[in-house]
């Protein structure tokens, strides 16, 4: 696999989390010759928050996290990458039983404080019985090191491993925030789900971590698409090990300062995985404004970022910005065609429903051959607002995912 | 441009329609060497019915045909390919009151009675003064005959002109259903619009007429997508010239007949705009059975029809099931996971949530191969059902949509 152009050259190990111990293994699931475990343990006391797709058909491990998440409390997670335990009913039940029975034999712990992710193919019963070959191996090698090991061993179709982190000076102390992450976003239920594991020693009580948590992701991972395909495997967990002994309390200063920190990373994060979608060679922002209401620019702005017209002429480096039109009225929401005008970065391509009369095609044409492209679209009707991120669709997607038979 | 595979050897000449005279002209309007204007003209006393594109920013002609459809009468049809007239703001209105006043004085008739249809580029000014110069010679060559040609004037990036023909016995008399369509599909706002002109010479009044035109357009046009992008061009004009004496009245048991007939013609049409989608190798239909209601089941069938991933394992002839399931999951739809059965063609390949247990990769192997693919899913929950049409994403939609500047 052809790595992303925006791929770093390398991942710097993050900074470790106190209170996390972390460990990968090969447990042969489906890769060979590479880890496709990852296990975390957390010190007594940590709190959990999560959110899960939408999806109607989940995945058996999502089941399990939301079934163990509403008593907020969390002392593991076990991750494994190749199979993603979605689509196998009964037996799917089983293999997460099974995963968090092996998981907390090893630690020691009850099978209710282990979370669970699979990634990887849809419908293959998942042979949760491997868990147990590497999992007392795993369990003894835990370390508070290892997060950029951890990042790699959660990887399908992923071209580069991801992860970020921030510290945050609070009143009580510094604290660290530490996250991964896998992609290819929503784009690959084949090799399914976007995850993301964020960890904390601050001391966060779960209801104030999952108020956290969900407005971080609602303005995150909830803004990008890769292809618009929802995975029944979307997971994003966050543990507070308090182990800084900074605590943040819902309302507080310290609070904003966390969010922020939090917000950042998230976006980060999502970031990172919609430059490493499936086939990506262009990372585009798209801002609708002077909508109606936010939520109407959010729309919008998805309508254009899911538009296959529009994600052709990105890869193809066309500022094609009447496909641009034509999603904004795809959209089925309140827009005015002869209010319209459309920015590629700096250069106006049209305004008032008619292409610019100063439009320079040279001037557009040089904006398209950027790695990363802006598009605004204002349409003149009010203060809403929203951007979604995307990448362009290429004939590498369709390689990647078309090309298995052939 | 390569023919799609599903392009007959030719267009046999279709039925004329008595009270209907064509004729084709190039005006140069962006192509050369070609036809690029279509001009009908309808007998007095034609009944007109229409449907048009949902976008929020149609064309410049949709509003006009909008704008004239309530009177409920038609003496002409202008139509041109090259040029959209879309987004062309004051311009283009302009355009269409000047294609309106040209055909209206060539033909004798009132600007009002013209009916307007463009399909091409948007954002560029459509320069109608250019109808002025092939006006006059192309209604002198007016004739009864000419629809193969006709079809043929009004393509873009279509591979193959469209038409179909329908004969049937009224208690008045014998009537003719002839009509032509282009795409491709919702597929190409650049060389934008799916369009569709009907005629008979069945008496019809308007709101008769427009009732089963918006029936017939509901279960064909509106149950095809290629590539979920809207155009703002799509209109399917009918027009009903009572040349041949036989009446259709509203609830008869001549409407049935005639209904049964138009619906026919239009599910043609609606297949071959979809077998001429760009790119397309593969013919789809995906129909949703025991949905808890049938617009439950149309929005499934849609959400499989539209993903990117089920249509680029289409292409790759794979038997993928597990991207139905996470389509099925996706639409937001009632769904219960382990109630999911779905066939490819004959071959069942999920039951109840999992994989069937006499699954034949062999035998689902052979169904994909096919250039017609039947894919039926079963929710189990009720007795909604509905059938919608795609096609495969290919490497060469990619490349027509993105290599315009590569």
């Known amino acids: 696999m052809t790595p992303s152009p925006f791929a770093p050259a390398e991942l710097p190990e993050p900074p470790m989390v106190a209170g996390v111990r972390l460990a990968t293994a090969e447990a042969g699931i489906k890769y060979r010759g ?191 698409t890769i292809d618009s395909d929802t995975s029944t495997s979307d997971t994003v967990l966050a543990f507070a090990t308090g182990a800084s002994g900074a605590a943040v309390a819902a309302g507080s200063a310290d609070a904003a300062l966390f969010a922020e920190a939090l917000d950042s990373l998230l976006l980060s994060l999502a970031h990172w995985v919609t430059k490493d979608g499936e086939g990506c060679t262009k990372f585009v922002a798209i801002t609708v404004e002077g909508a109606e209401s936010d939520a109407s620019a959010g729309k919008i702005a998805k309508s254009i970022a899911d538009s296959p017209l529009v994600k052709t002429a990105i890869a193809g480096e066309d500022a094609n910005w009447g496909r ?17 005008a459309i920015w590629f970065d700096h250069v106006r391509v049209a305004v008032e429903g008619e292409r610019d009369p100063d439009y320079s095609e040279a001037a557009a044409s040089e904006v398209m051959k950027k790695p990363e492209i802006a598009i605004r679209v204002d349409l003149g009707l009010g203060s809403g607002r929203d951007t979604v991120w995307t990448c362009d669709l290429t004939k590498e997607y369709v390689a990647i995912n078309g090309d298995y038979r052939s």
């Open 34 to 224: 590479r880890t496709d475990v990852l296990l975390m343990a957390f010190d007594e006391g940590t709190t959990v928050a999560g959110t899960f797709t939408t999806s109607r058909c989940p995945s058996a491990p999502v089941e399990w996290c939301r079934m163990q998440l509403p008593r907020g409390t969390a002392r593991a997670l076990l991750v494994n990458s190749g199979n993603a335990n979605a689509f196998t009913g009964k037996k799917g039940r089983a293999a997460t039983q099974l995963s968090a029975e092996l998981a907390a034999k090893a630690l020691g712990i009850a099978p209710e404080d282990v979370f669970l992710a699979s990634t990887g193919v849809i419908g293959e019963p998942l042979p949760a019985e491997r868990f147990g070959t590497v999992m007392d191996a795993a369990a003894a090698r835990l370390a508070p090191s290892g997060w950029a090991a951890a990042a790699r061993a959660i990887m399908t179709t992923d071209t580069f491993p991801k992860a970020e982190s921030r510290t945050v000076t609070l009143s009580g102390g510094s604290v660290t925030i530490t996250g991964i992450a896998k992609g290819a976003g929503m784009i690959a239920p084949d090799m399914a789900t976007m995850l993301s594991f964020i960890a904390t020693d601050a001391a966060v009580d779960a209801p104030t971590l999952q108020a956290m948590l969900s407005a971080g992701v609602s303005k995150s991972f909830n803004k990008i």
């Open 324 to 340: 641009i039109v034509m999603a904004v009225g795809k959209a089925g929401e309140p827009a005015d065609r002869d209010r319209l």
